[in-house]
């Protein structure tokens, strides 16, 4: 009995993982929106949809009200800084580049430190009812600095994905040439869908969830 609950906390803990990384890239991947504060809300918004996958992951009862509240309370120190970087935006040229930078790590720990809290809060039988902002909000604090850490290293990741080059023939000769962007982002796409098979099979996403993070990543392709 013992190691059935052992072994069902551990693919909870898994799944709780996946739907935080997945919501780390993609709030990363919203810091490009080049209109100033409009990526703030998008990350937001999808801040609210890893708190509701979090709830689904450990039978929560999932409250959008009591649900933005939260994320407003735990993040607003956060918010206040990314909201001033999303103004650099506003410069002509580059803005939106140098903009989509610096935000993409701010918001990538946030989303990290704001995951990890809700998944050590339902992880131990907590509800959105007991949830106590003031004890938490020093462990969100120490998982934002983490979190700057992991949105550093995903960010590398992404970038030597797109730094690697293919051999193609060219009558016959072979050529080093740089990879084809749209082909890395195809070539992404399909190994995370892969990879969400995999999870699926391996029962740690359900059908629901995995059609869902199919759609999105679809979408976003």
Known sequence: M???????KDQKSMHADTVIKNHI??????????????????????????????????DVNFSETQGKAIVTTLTSS???????????????????????VTLSVFNGASTYALGEVFKKHFSAGGTFLDFDT?????????????????AEQIKKEEESKIKKTKKINV??????????????????????L???????????????EFEAMKKKLIDSF
């Open 2 to 8: 013992s190691n059935t609950t052992n072994n069902d």
């Open 25 to 58: 890239v993609w709030a990363m991947g919203a810091s490009f929106i080049p209109l100033p504060v409009i990526d703030v809300f998008a990350v937001s918004g999808l801040q609210l949809d890893m708190v509701k996958g979090l709830c689904r992951v450990y």
């Open 78 to 100: 956060a918010l206040a800084r990314i909201g001033a970087r999303s103004l650099i935006k506003l410069v002509p040229g580059i803005g939106s580049l140098i903009g989509g």
């Open 134 to 150: 003031e004890r938490l909000k020093k462990y969100y604090r120490e998982k934002f600095e983490k979190g700057k850490k992991v």
């Open 171 to 192: 009558d016959d000769v072979v050529v080093e040439a740089p990879a084809n962007m749209d082909e890395v982002v195809e070539s992404d796409v399909l190994k995370r």
């Open 194 to 208: 892969s990879e969400l098979g995999a999870l699926k099979k391996e029962g740690i996403i359900t059908d629901e």
